[in-house]
């Protein structure tokens, strides 16, 4: 076992297309036959469709008319490691130490395959061994009652479903507590945040369906081939009808370039040309998006006053911005104002490369927004995401046919998490019907978010921590402090399908792993089979019945891990009848429509229409549920999003997903698409940025932290990779490099980690 593969180590220029043959390869690839479960085809053909079980990989909308296979590389693989055929056992645990565990890969543990038993750490042997079900809930209730609910951290990451979410968020509330970070808190919060406050709508406000409507995409900081494949689709269609793709990424993505598409046979047996997906694409220094949006807007408001001179067409929508927003003036004054040499160097563009983008936009009537975590990690990525509304706005693009911003969010089910009381903040929660329905008083005090959370536990302000999925450890900033303070936590409990780093630096006290269901498996409970359900990047909401053979007899599904917990938690209230809910799921679904009326009604005999059912919004009608009740305009505090200013020898490191991961799930060590074989030990840089130190292709080096905080932060034994990617900028992978961000440097408002601008210099000996 090895932290790292560095044997077959293979650069080159990756030039195929995204999408094609080599996709096909690449599933098969990090899919060994030998680990193949025996399920694993015949989900696959379920995936995605109605009455079928929803990918556990991204969260792009499920179309009402399916294509034949449903399933993109990356979603096959999500499936197909759910359902290895290995199995973490209580003999495996046996043979294995905890340390020694704790040194193996992220690779080599979500090989290892799908844990099988709940568990307890030992510390005199440093194993953990085999507990009951009710071993455990026993003596985590008793740890969870010994201990200040206000101090202990009910995480969450995006994969659990909107009844398993409804009872997590309802159990910490009537255990007094919201301390419920989740995935989205490192994520799309800052669009939660910043796109409720200027539309009044947290989430998109366009659907799939009008992505057939529009006539120009600009795309920020999101990687389509990687991340949301089955995206690719939905963009051919676009580009098939001449709808121009505008790209800002300073990494030339593959899938943003050309897509092959594996459903097409013409294309697949090269008798057709791939599709060029971008019609233009700018390469925009990380951290830079605000300015090249000014010098579009900045573009579009001196068109406009020209026109508004010569009594020609008008290109800001008047008619809009009057009845529909506020500040526009303001903003149009400092558009006026900013200068073109500033433009420049913070975006990192040319001037005519600025230009021609604005021309697209000036002449296309419907224009989408898309972007990623290249947006919203930033110490300004509010900033970022105001000038996304901003230029939106100014030609009333938002919330008509065909037009508006379109986040792609991560996780399958983050933003229903959310849309069921996954949040730290008690005015997103319907706090008098909580109370009315199940007679408790629900906390008024804010919980903690993920940031608050890693402050209190490297203080040792916190009494214990809880995660329902996820990685913690490995997913949050400042891995260092966060480890050695991971191990002097009160207790520990992990509900968990893989084994993973979070579980392998136990607490000082008690530590559990809980072994779950995957949403691949079927769940029988008292009444039958149960379906689970989620909503995707379109507020669509679908339901999921998983049907493969579980991993192993002893595995609970969430909800009633969830409903153990709280029960020996909590003292009995009749009004939540946790035992029953979990012997029928359509009575979670009742009473979260009973919570939320107005999005779920009907929430069971709809959650199998083809399509999902769409819980409404607001902003897409232009009813804007913001404080001034109008879209808002808002001037940015900063020419970057970095947060922090240029200087000799510092570099703004981008911390990226390959191809070949999951989040903190690490599958493989290929990165396809990025030409990177063997080895996730990499600095992408820039040709003239490596000559300038004397390095090579090749070389080794270290990354220190240069956040001027004091504090030591190096990753070592980094293979310098000559790559196309802006001069200053260093692109690495998440989550090696975690240890280099600092736990404050964060988005400012919204609290994600700003991995995508950290602060880092090199060394070279
Ligand atoms: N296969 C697979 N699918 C996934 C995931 C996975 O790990 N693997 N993760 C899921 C999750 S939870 C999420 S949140 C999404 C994440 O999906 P994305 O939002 O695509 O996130 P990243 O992979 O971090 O890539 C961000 C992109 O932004 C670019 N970028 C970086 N900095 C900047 C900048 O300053 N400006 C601009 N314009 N671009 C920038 C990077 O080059 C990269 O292409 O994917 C989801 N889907
Ligand atoms: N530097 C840097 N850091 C980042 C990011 C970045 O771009 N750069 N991205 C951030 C983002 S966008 C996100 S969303 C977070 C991700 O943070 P998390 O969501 O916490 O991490 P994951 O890697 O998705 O979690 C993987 C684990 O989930 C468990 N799991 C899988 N399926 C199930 C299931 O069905 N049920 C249960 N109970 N458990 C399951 C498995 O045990 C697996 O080990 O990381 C963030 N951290
Ligand atoms: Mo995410």
New binding site residues.
């Given amino acids: 076992m090895h932290d790292d593969h560095h044997e077959d180590v293979e650069i080159t220029n990756y030039t195929s297309p995204a999408g094609g043959w080599g996709s096909m390869k690449g599933m098969a690839k990090v899919v060994p036959k030998e680990s193949l479960g025996p399920d694993v085809l015949d989900t696959l053909r379920r995936q995605n469709k109605p009455e079928g079980f929803m990918c556990?990989s991204c969260a792009w909308g499920k179309p009402d008319k399916p294509h034949i296979a449903e399933f993109c590389e990356n979603g096959a693989k999500a499936t197909a490691w759910?359902l290895t055929r290995e199995r973490v056992t209580p003999a495996f645990f046996e043979r294995h130490t905890v340390s020694e565990l704790d040194g193996w890969a992220d690779y080599d543990?979500?090989q290892a395959g799908r844990?099988t038993h709940p568990m307890k750490y030992d510390r005199a042997t440093d194993k953990y061994v085999a507990v009951s079900w009710d071993e455990a809930f026993t003596g985590i209730g008793a740890a969870m009652k010994a201990a200040d609910p206000k101090k202990v951290v009910l995480?969450s990451?995006?994969?659990?479903s909107l009844e398993?979410s409804f009872m997590w968020g309802l159990f910490a509330r009537m255990w007094g507590q919201q301390n419920l970070p989740?995935?989205?808190n490192?994520?799309?919060e800052t669009t939660s945040v910043g796109l409720k406050n200027a539309t009044g709508s947290p989430v998109a406000t366009i659907q799939l369906h009008d992505y057939d409507k529009c006539d120009a995409i600009f795309c920020f900081g999101q990687n389509v081939g990687t991340n949301s494949p089955r995206m690719l689709h939905t963009l051919k269609e676009c580009r098939d009808r001449g709808v121009e793709i505008v790209t800002f990424n300073p990494l030339r993505e593959r899938g943003w370039e050309t897509f092959t598409d594996p459903q097409n046979p013409l294309q697949m047996a090269g008798l057709k040309k791939p599709t060029q997906i971008s019609t233009q694409y700018h390469q925009v220094r990380a951290g830079g998006d605000i300015s090249a949006l000014l010098g579009i807007c900045k573009l579009v408001i001196e068109a406009d006053d020209r026109a508004q001179e010569t009594g020609g067409e008008r290109i800001v929508d008047w008619h809009f911005v009057e009845q529909h927003t506020v500040r526009f003036d303001e903003f149009a004054t400092f558009c006026r104002n900013a200068d073109w040499d500033d433009i420049v160097r913070e975006s990192g563009l040319t001037r005519q490369a600025i230009e021609d983008a604005a021309r697209v936009y000036m002449t296309a009537k419907k224009v989408i927004c898309v972007y990623g975590?290249g947006i919203?990690?930033h110490r300004y990525g509010m900033d970022s995401l105001y000038m996304l509304v901003n230029f939106l706005l100014l030609r009333g693009n938002i919330g008509r046919e065909g037009a508006g911003p379109g986040p792609v969010r991560?996780?399958s089910n983050?933003q229903g998490q959310r849309t069921v009381g996954i949040t730290e903040k008690t005015e997103l929660v319907p706090v008098d019907r909580l109370k009315q329905l199940f007679e408790f008083d629900p906390p008024s005090e804010k919980g903690w978010d993920t940031v608050e959370s890693c402050r209190h536990i490297i203080a040792g302000t916190c009494d214990g921590f809880v995660?329902?999925?996820?990685?913690?450890l490995?997913?949050?900033?400042e891995y260092g402090k966060m480890k050695e303070a991971w191990a002097r936590l009160p207790f520990q409990v992990?509900?968990?399908?893989?084994?993973?780093k979070?579980?392998l630096t136990p607490a000082a006290g008690d530590t559990w792993v809980?072994p779950?269901?995957?949403?691949s498996e079927e769940d029988w409970q008292e009444t039958g089979r149960q379906a689970v359900s989620m909503e995707d990047s379109f507020s669509h909401i679908y339901g999921s019945v998983g049907k493969a053979t579980p991993a192993s007899r002893h595995l609970l599904s969430?909800p009633a891990?969830v409903a153990g917990i709280a029960m020996a938690v909590l003292p009995e209230n009749v009004n939540v009848p946790w035992t029953k809910w979990v012997g029928n799921y359509s009575l979670i679904r009742n009473a979260i429509e009973n919570c939320y009326p107005d999005k779920f009604a009907n929430f069971d005999e709809r959650m199998f229409q083809p399509g999902g059912f769409w819980k409404g919004n607001p902003a897409s009608h232009r009813k804007w549920e913001t404080e001034s009740g109008r879209a808002e305009f808002n001037v940015p505090r900063a020419l970057n999003s970095a947060g922090f200013a240029d200087k000799e020898g510092r570099y703004r490191l981008v911390?990226?997903?390959s191809n070949d991961q999951?989040?903190?799930?690490v599958y493989g060590y290929d990165d396809r698409f990025r030409g990177i074989r063997g080895t996730r030990q990499v600095a992408m840089m820039n040709k003239d940025d490596i000559a300038a130190l004397g390095l090579k292709d090749g070389d080794t080096i270290a990354l220190e932290s240069d956040a001027d905080d004091g504090v030591d932060r190096v990753v070592e034994g980094l293979r310098v990779v000559e790559y196309n990617i802006p001069a200053g900028c260093i692109g690495g992978y998440?989550?090696e490099?975690?240890i280099l961000?600092p736990v404050e440097h964060h988005a400012l408002e919204s609290h994600?980690?700003a991995?995508?601008t950290?602060p880092v210099r090199i060394r070279t000996a």
Avoid at 157 to 160: D, I, K, N, Q
Avoid at 474 to 477: D, E, L
Avoid at 516 to 519: M, N, P, S, T, V
Avoid at 662 to 665: G, R, S
């Fill in positions: 556990v759910e543990l979500e844990l995480y990451s995006g994969r659990a398993t989740d995935s989205s490192m994520c799309h975590m919203t990690q991560g996780h983050v995660q329902l999925g996820g990685n913690f490995r997913a949050a900033p992990h509900i968990a399908t893989k084994l993973n979070s579980q809980l779950c269901l995957g949403r969430e891990i911390t990226l997903r999951f989040n903190t799930t998440y989550p490099l975690n961000i994600v980690p991995g995508k950290v």
